[in-house]
């Protein structure tokens, strides 16, 4: 299950919301690459520095890819901070009863003591009581005004939309289970299991579209905390052999066959936004050329190596209910096995809501390599 309201309907909501959070243009970019899976981009060109200007979604369908497209955009611009309430203070003023202490939140290095930080009030879903977290893990891009410290580098992990907030919230619980398995595979260079797909479906489709199109594509179910599959996709364009195109992708969802989905539409948005923003990356794509394509894929090769231990997509257990609420009660089981907290925080500003979800604990290296769980 994607979304709790048909996507025609949500799109239309979207898209009477375009003024509102900044959006220009929307693009359709599924022409860039000879794969033609569905891609969008919406622009919002006068975001604040350090915000992205650009937000590309994916999907099955068109319709699928311009709402996520759109979606991504109000994400960013609810995340903004935009004069909600602030308390200030240390960690050692609140106390473990009323705040998140830093030291959870994986940090690039030791806090001081009486460090004065921004805290967010969020619900914890877990024990059911309001508490403080620093609003560092809450805003994007984060600046803290006045005398307050900054933490670590803001980022988007776990901020996700929905038709309702149920639904954002379980879009941003995979979102956060998808970044803590994919961080652990890399840390540890180990990317799990070789996946095989052996029934039909959305995801073999997707996979002989790559097929046909000459890109070899490795699928991998990666060793999380949960057992909520995680699916890793590396794609391996072998008849242009450009080092750009090695890109990967992740998913994560209670059905392993839309996991796989999220991880193979996540290759296609990378290799239409790379072919589409190409001259505006000339640096970077230079960059990647005089490195060029074999010593990438060696640089890389846990992607792309051999492995006898794989695993059939039909002998992995799909947990999803039929509901939104009963995915939530199932990933919720999942987390607390390794969580004490699941922090919401609600950033909704339009009539999309939109949550900020942070786990306490889950770890983040994959998108910020100096926080480094000890």
């Not at 030291?103 to 309001?130: A, H, K």
């Not at 961080?183 to 579209?209: F, P, Q, Y």
């Not at 995680?230 to 008849?239: C, L, M, P, R, S």
Request: with cysteine; net charge negative.
């Amino acid at each position: 299950m994607h979304r709790s309201e048909d996507t025609e309907k949500t799109l239309n909501l979207l898209k009477q919301i375009l003024s509102d959070i900044g959006v220009t243009e929307v693009r359709d970019l599924t022409a860039c690459d000879r794969v033609k899976i569905p891609v969008y981009s919406a622009i919002t060109p006068d975001n604040r520095p350090g915000a992205p200007r650009e937000h590309t979604g994916k999907g099955v369908t068109p319709a699928d890819a311009e709402t996520a497209a759109i979606m991504n955009a109000v994400e960013s611009y609810c995340a903004e901070y935009r004069g909600e309430r602030l308390i200030t203070g240390s960690y050692e003023n609140f106390g473990p009863a009323r705040a998140v202490d830093p030291r959870e939140l994986i940090l690039p290095q030791e806090p001081e003591n009486n460090q004065l930080l921004y805290w967010s009030p969020v619900w914890d879903i877990l024990n059911e009581e309001e508490v403080l977290i620093p609003a560092n893990a809450i805003y994007h891009p984060y600046d803290p005004p006045g005398m307050a410290n900054q933490l670590f580098k803001s980022s988007t992990t776990g901020l996700a939309a929905g038709n309702n907030m149920e639904e954002a919230i379980l879009h941003a619980m995979y979102q956060i289970i998808e970044k803590d398995a994919i961080s652990i595979a890399e840390s540890k260079r180990m990317l799990g299991r070789r996946l095989v797909i052996d029934t039909e479906g959305t995801a073999k489709d997707l996979l002989n579209k790559f097929k046909e199109n000459g890109i070899e594509i490795h699928l991998w179910l990666l060793d999380g905390k949960t057992s909520v599959p995680v699916v890793a996709a590396a794609a391996d364009d072998t008849e242009t052999k450009d080092p750009a195109m090695l890109v990967t992708g992740t998913g994560a969802h209670l059905s392993p066959e839309i996991a796989v989905i999220r991880a193979l539409t996540g290759i296609a948005k990378s290799r239409a936004s790379l072919i589409a923003d190409k001259n505006e990356n000339a640096a970077k794509n230079l960059m990647i050329q005089k490195a060029g394509y074999e010593r990438l894929k060696r640089i890389n090769k846990m992607w792309f190596k051999e492995n006898e231990d794989t695993i059939k997509i039909s002998d992995i257990p799909d947990s999803s209910t039929d509901s939104i609420d009963g995915d939530i009660k199932r990933v919720t089981e999942e987390v607390e096995r390794h969580a004490d907290r699941i922090c919401a925080c609600d950033l909704t500003k339009t009539s999309i809501p939109v949550v900020k979800l942070v786990i306490p604990g889950f770890e983040v290296t994959h998108m910020d390599p100096t926080r480094i769980k000890k």
